[in-house]
C-alpha cells in the first residue's frame, strides 16, 4: 500500500460527490490515516457518516478565512497527530452573482471573497500546519483549467485559480527547504456541488466529451489516483507542479 500508516488531512469533503471523497477514498485504500475539517455546521452532518464510513479518525470545524480558527485547527491535529504526512486543499468559493455575466461587473468585495477563501486559505493553512509537516511530505490543492485560459462564467474563480497556481509556486520553495512537496491538480469539469454554481456547467460537460482526446469526462476516481501518486513516494522528485486530470482536454487548439 502507497500510503500505509501515513496521516492525511483533508479539507473540502462536502459530501460523496466531492473531488475531495474521491480523494479520501484512494488515501484510504492504500492505507492512510484521515481527518477532515468542514467550514460550517450544516456540513458536518454531512461529512459525519463520511468520516466514519472512510475510518476517519477525527474531525473538526474550520473556517480557513479565520486566522484563529486555522490555528487552533493546527494545534488539535498536533495534539491527536503529533505531525502531518499529507494536506488536502480542496477548498473553492465565490459569490453566486460572479459566477455568471461579465467580469468585469465583479464586485470588489466578491472579488476579495473569492480570492481569500479559494487561493490565500491555502498559504494561511500551509503557514499553520508546516511545523508539523514532516520531509517526505506532500501538500496537494485542486485547481482548474480557467486558471490558465477564459472559461465563460468562471470569472471571479479563475482569477482565483490563477493565484492558486501561482500559491503553489512560490510556496513550493517556501516548503522545500524542508523536504516537503506542494502541487495542484487541475481536475477537469465534474458534477460536484461547487460546479453547480457555475452559470451553463452542463454545455461545459458536453464539450469536454465532444473535444478531449479521451472523449469522456472525468470521475472523482480519476483525481483521486492523481492525488495518490503525488501523495505518495512515487511524486518524490515533482513540486510546485500543476498536473491535469481532464482527460487530455488542455492540450486542445481551437
Not at 504526512?85 to 468585495?109: P, Q, W
Not at 472579488?111 to 494561511?124: E, I, N, Q, R, T
Not at 486558471?147 to 512560490?170: D, F, I, S
Request: neutral net charge; hydrophobic residues 40%; proline residues 2%.
Amino acid at each position: 500500500m502507497l500510503l500505509k500508516d501515513k496521516k492525511a488531512l483533508i479539507f473540502g469533503v462536502v459530501n460523496d460527490r466531492s473531488i475531495a471523497y474521491g480523494i479520501a477514498k484512494q488515501f484510504k485504500e492504500h492505507g492512510a490515516r484521515l481527518a477532515f475539517s468542514y467550514a460550517a455546521d450544516p456540513i458536518e452532518r454531512r461529512l459525519a457518516p463520511i468520516c466514519e464510513e472512510l475510518g476517519g479518525e477525527f474531525m473538526y470545524k474550520c473556517d480557513v478565512t479565520s486566522d484563529d480558527e486555522i490555528a487552533a485547527g493546527s494545534d488539535l491535529v498536533r495534539e491527536k497527530w503529533g505531525d502531518v504526512d499529507i494536506l488536502v486543499h480542496s477548498i473553492a468559493y465565490a459569490n453566486r452573482e460572479d459566477l455568471k455575466g461579465r467580469f468585469i461587473d465583479t464586485s470588489r468585495e466578491g472579488y476579495k471573497v473569492a480570492l481569500d477563501v479559494s487561493s490565500f486559505s491555502l498559504v494561511a493553512l500551509c503557514r499553520a500546519f508546516e511545523p508539523l509537516l514532516k520531509p517526505g511530505s506532500s501538500v496537494l490543492t485542486m485547481s482548474y483549467y480557467g486558471a490558465g485560459k477564459v472559461v465563460a462564467n468562471y470569472n471571479a474563480m479563475g482569477v482565483a485559480k490563477a493565484a492558486l497556481e501561482a500559491c503553489v509556486r512560490y510556496l513550493s520553495v517556501d516548503l522545500g527547504e524542508k523536504g516537503v512537496r506542494i502541487n495542484a491538480i487541475s481536475a477537469g469539469p465534474v458534477k460536484t456541488m461547487a460546479a453547480s454554481g457555475i452559470s451553463g456547467f452542463k454545455t461545459i460537460l458536453g464539450r469536454i466529451e465532444e473535444k478531449s482526446p479521451l472523449h469522456r469526462n472525468i470521475t472523482i476516481d480519476d483525481v483521486g489516483k492523481c492525488a495518490l501518486y503525488l501523495a505518495s513516494d512515487l511524486s518524490s522528485g515533482t513540486t510546485g507542479d500543476v498536473i491535469f486530470v481532464d482527460s487530455g482536454y488542455n492540450i486542445m487548439g481551437v
